[in-house]
């Protein structure tokens, strides 16, 4: 006897987000699309209710809104401005540059390494601080649902919740 087809995470996720209502589902959408952190999608999608795993969300997001990977750009380009740099190195000892000059080059693509990786670092604390950012108020926001659950206060604490995403969104 055949087994039954498993849905994959990917149709998993969709089905979710095909039940949002109309303009949540084109908000939450438009999001994602706009979006390069697949942890602020996943943590919108849990603002809207969704409870399953980041697996699946980071394979919807990475399915139907693929996202260059600026980090992995950069990452790439240092490594080969550190061949650039030790290539020229080669030739100002074989004679091939004239060490004045030749020092002067590599002393300009020193800094311009220096500031790319600083980029690196920078970008990725910047990621890594909104990301924690937003984990502490999806957990603090999900804490307080928990306890007013069935209380009045519940659906003003929701409307709430969407205000302090919306603002957080906003902010860099």
């Known amino acids: 006897m055949p087994r039954p087809a498993e ?9 979710w987000a095909e039940g949002l209502d109309p303009g949540t589902h084109e908000s939450f959408c438009s999001f994602c699309s706009e979006n390069y952190s697949v942890i602020e999608c996943f943590l919108y999608a849990r603002f809207l209710g969704y409870l399953s795993s980041i697996t ?4 919807w997001v990475a399915l139907k809104y693929p996202k260059p ?19 020229l190195r080669e030739d100002i000892e074989n004679y091939g540059v004239k060490r004045d000059s030749g020092v002067a080059r590599i002393a300009a693509m020193e800094k311009e390494l220096r500031g790319t990786i600083n980029q690196v670092e920078q970008f990725t604390a910047n990621k890594d601080r909104k990301g924690l950012l937003m984990a502490g108020a999806d957990r603090a926001i999900r804490e307080l649902a928990f306890i007013f659950k069935d209380d009045p206060i519940e659906g003003p604490l929701k409307e709430a919740a969407m205000s302090v995403w919306a ?6």
């Open 7 to 15: 849905l994959t995470n990917t149709e998993v996720f969709d089905a």
């Open 56 to 59: 699946a969300c980071q394979e």
């Open 69 to 87: 990977d600026h980090r992995r750009i950069l990452l790439d380009e240092i490594e080969h401005m550190k061949e650039d740099i030790r290539l």
């Open 167 to 172: 603002r957080m969104q906003l902010e860099e």
